[in-house]
């Protein structure tokens, strides 16, 4: 068996638990999250736990077992405790400003970017260069985060763009000086 899949998800308190027809609700003080279930594996919430069990031991039930654990376990922390992640942008007057559901970039183009927030992601942006992304759903807020870096994806020569607040940019030397023999 998967060494995740078997662990049950304990459910804190404030959050309930609903799984029928081949979905789960989850719902907490951060929001309602709901998620359709792959056929191979079902859910029961027993005890104060949330367990999941597969279907038969096919290849792809296996599989499905361990990833549908850590979704719903994401779906419980995510409407209780929320998930927080930080984008640094980099540059000379490169900078942020989030106005309501709306975050608007200034990323060195000739316009400003206005990017809309998806419903349940909120922005908080410190000193115009860093952007605190929050939410419940941990799947949408990867997205999310995503999109905005490929706007202005990092460059390995200066380091110039939006990068993840812990990613590490692997920089390259610039062109050598043009000196030497004509």
Same mark, same amino acid.
């Given at each position: 068996m998967s060494r995740i899949g078997k662990q049950p998800v304990a459910v804190p308190q404030?959050?309930? +638990? $609903?799984? %029928?027809?081949? %979905?789960? !609700?989850? /719902?907490?003080?951060?929001? &309602?999250? #709901? !998620? !359709?279930?792959?056929? /191979?594996?079902?859910?029961?919430? #027993?005890?104060?736990?949330?367990?999941?069990?597969?279907?038969?031991?096919? !290849?792809?039930?296996?599989?499905? $077992?361990?990833? &549908?654990? @850590?979704?719903?376990?994401?779906?419980?922390?995510? +409407?209780? @405790?929320?998930? &927080?992640?930080?984008? #640094?942008?980099?540059? +000379?007057?490169?900078?942020? #400003?989030?106005?309501?559901t709306v975050l608007y970039l200034t990323l060195g183009y000739s316009h400003p970017i206005a990017f809309q927030l998806p419903p349940g992601i909120s922005a908080k942006v410190d000193r115009q260069v860093i952007v605190t992304l929050e939410g419940p759903d941990r799947e949408l807020l990867g997205h999310t985060l995503a999109a905005i870096r490929e706007l202005r994806p990092p460059e390995p020569y200066k380091g110039k763009g939006v990068k993840y607040a812990e990613e590490t940019i692997r920089r390259k030397a610039g062109k050598a000086a043009a000196g030497g023999a004509r």
């Amino acid at each position: 068996m998967s060494r995740i899949g078997k662990q049950p998800v304990a459910v804190p308190q404030g959050v309930r +638990v $609903h799984a %029928t027809d081949g %979905t789960v !609700r989850v /719902e907490g003080p951060r929001g &309602t999250l #709901e !998620r !359709r279930l792959d056929p /191979e594996v079902s859910v029961a919430v #027993e005890g104060g736990a949330v367990v999941v069990r597969r279907r038969d031991d096919s !290849r792809r039930a296996r599989s499905i $077992h361990g990833l &549908t654990r @850590k979704l719903i376990g994401n779906m419980v922390d995510g +409407v209780n @405790k929320g998930f &927080t992640r930080v984008l #640094e942008i980099n540059g +000379v007057g490169y900078r942020a #400003e989030a106005r309501g559901t709306v975050l608007y970039l200034t990323l060195g183009y000739s316009h400003p970017i206005a990017f809309q927030l998806p419903p349940g992601i909120s922005a908080k942006v410190d000193r115009q260069v860093i952007v605190t992304l929050e939410g419940p759903d941990r799947e949408l807020l990867g997205h999310t985060l995503a999109a905005i870096r490929e706007l202005r994806p990092p460059e390995p020569y200066k380091g110039k763009g939006v990068k993840y607040a812990e990613e590490t940019i692997r920089r390259k030397a610039g062109k050598a000086a043009a000196g030497g023999a004509r």
